[in-house]
């Protein structure tokens, strides 16, 4: 049998304990922080008519075109493994009568994409999301923020950047592609492969590229808003203000529009520094689809859970080298520094401190080196002259000063004696 008949696909992994604990943690609180913001568990399934993210998520989209497994079910059904949670709980809402029109509902399990596999990038991955159905109000598009916010501070992710931005009303999505095209259109020579094409596709996608050079196309265009509105614009300025009056000021990122085409007004996008290139933790926004006679309209998110878990794994394992970092280091110039030192070195452990230095007779820069890696806060530099003296020059490597202290002055400064 081959070797790899005994690995998952590509893209896809087996979870299993001890990091399952970690999942289960990270779900169990998601569960709690739900039900404080009220919100019930729907668990919709996994396999969908084709047709139901296609017309959802735009014909057009990455996604939809790129990325979706989709077969054909026994008969001529075209089915597809689910590649977010958003469309299928919008179909059961659409499904039901009265009693689902202001439905809160979150979901937690696998989603599916054919992407190409790279470094947080997963054709198995995992969702924890929301969606408050409900007409537009800017108030649930702030709570809604809120309660992301709230459930990564409490996962022990408050670090987070939250971008956001504004899509306006389809009438606006009209007026504002109209402007792209006016302005990307005599451009098209410049844009990458794919953004060619889209200026006849989806004129959106162009601002969603990352690619370099289509970046700085889009830099150079004036922010969306300048072309919705006034209901457009008045309902993302309370969106902010609501955000603000609860102690969540917004930066707005002015060409964020993110990657599906149901999205109508506000959208977001939660990024987190411990993430390497594909830094999105989640991402949301509000949204309007169509279904039958139904026009379903609400505002949700979705969480990538192995994007959570990678977040604070590299935390911890920040926070563990930093707690293991030398509080201090010496630096020697010269051999008898290097003597004063190596006494200096055993006086400042006695007193309780991680102190370091590198033997070996090496120079001022290989040692300066060593006491970067090792993660030392403070340095105490000692060359010929400090030695005649008996100073000492205490260097701080977060904030970069330095200053000359007297051997009483640095045993205060270290607390030690
Ligand atoms: P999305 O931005 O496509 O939005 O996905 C949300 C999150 O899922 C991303 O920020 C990322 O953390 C994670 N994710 C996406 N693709 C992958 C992947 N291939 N591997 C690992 N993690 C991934 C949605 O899915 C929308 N349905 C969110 C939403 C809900 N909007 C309104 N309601």
Redesign the pocket.
């Known amino acids: 049998m081959a070797q790899n008949a005994f690995q998952p696909l590509q893209g896809m992994s087996d979870l299993t304990d001890p990091e399952l604990g970690v999942w289960r943690r990270i779900e169990g609180k998601a569960r709690e922080v739900f039900a404080r913001y009220g919100f019930d568990e729907i668990r919709a399934p996994i396999l969908e008519r084709a047709d139901l993210f296609e017309r959802s998520l735009g014909e057009t989209t990455d996604v939809v075109t790129k990325e979706m497994y989709s077969f054909t079910d026994r008969g001529d059904r075209r089915v597809t493994l689910r590649p ?3 469309a299928g709980v919008v179909r059961y809402v659409a499904g039901r009568g009265p009693e689902a029109q202001d439905a809160r509902l979150y979901y937690i399990g696998p989603m599916f ?1 054919a ?1 190409k596999p790279q470094a ?4 198995q ?1 995992h ?1 924890i ?1 929301v ?1 408050a159905i409900g007409p537009p109000d800017p108030y649930a598009d702030a709570e809604c923020i809120a309660l992301q916010m709230r459930l990564l501070a409490e996962w022990g992710l408050s670090d987070c950047a939250l971008q956001v931005n504004t899509r306006g009303l389809p009438e606006d999505q009209r007026a504002v592609s109209q402007v792209l095209r006016e302005r990307l259109g005599p451009r098209q020579a410049q844009l990458c492969e794919d953004c060619t094409r889209r200026l006849d596709m989806n004129i959106y996608r162009v601002l969603d590229c990352k690619q370099e050079r289509c970046r700085e196309i889009v830099a150079e265009l004036p922010p969306l808003t300048e072309f919705m509105c006034e209901p457009s614009r008045a309902h993302f300025a309370q969106v902010r203000a609501a955000l603000e009056q609860i102690g969540l000021p917004v930066n707005v990122t002015p060409k964020l529009v ?3 085409d149901y999205y109508v007004h506000t959208v977001w ?1 939660i990024t987190h520094g411990a993430l390497g290139a594909q830094d ?6 509000r ?1 309007t689809l169509r279904f039958g006679q139904k026009q379903i309209e609400g505002v ?5 859970v ?2 959570v878990v990678a977040a604070l794994q590299t935390k911890a394992a920040q926070a563990e080298s930093c707690a293991q970092a030398p509080e201090l280091w010496l630096v020697s110039l010269g051999k008898e520094a290097i003597r004063q030192n190596f006494a200096l070195l055993e006086q400042v452990r006695a007193n309780g401190l991680r102190c370091g230095m590198l033997f070996g007779g090496r120079g001022m820069k290989a040692q300066m080196r060593a006491a970067n890696k090792s993660g030392a806060t403070r340095v105490v530099i000692r060359g010929p002259d400090e030695i005649e003296k008996d100073l000492f020059i205490l260097k701080d490597m977060q904030g970069g000063g330095q200053r000359t202290l007297s051997r009483q002055q640095l045993e205060n400064e270290l607390d030690v004696n």
């Open positions: 977010e949670g958003t994409r992407e947080g990038r997963k054709r991955f969702q999301g969606e993110r990657g599906f996008e999105a933790l989640s991402g949301g926004g949204y949700g998110f979705a969480i990538g192995e994007r």
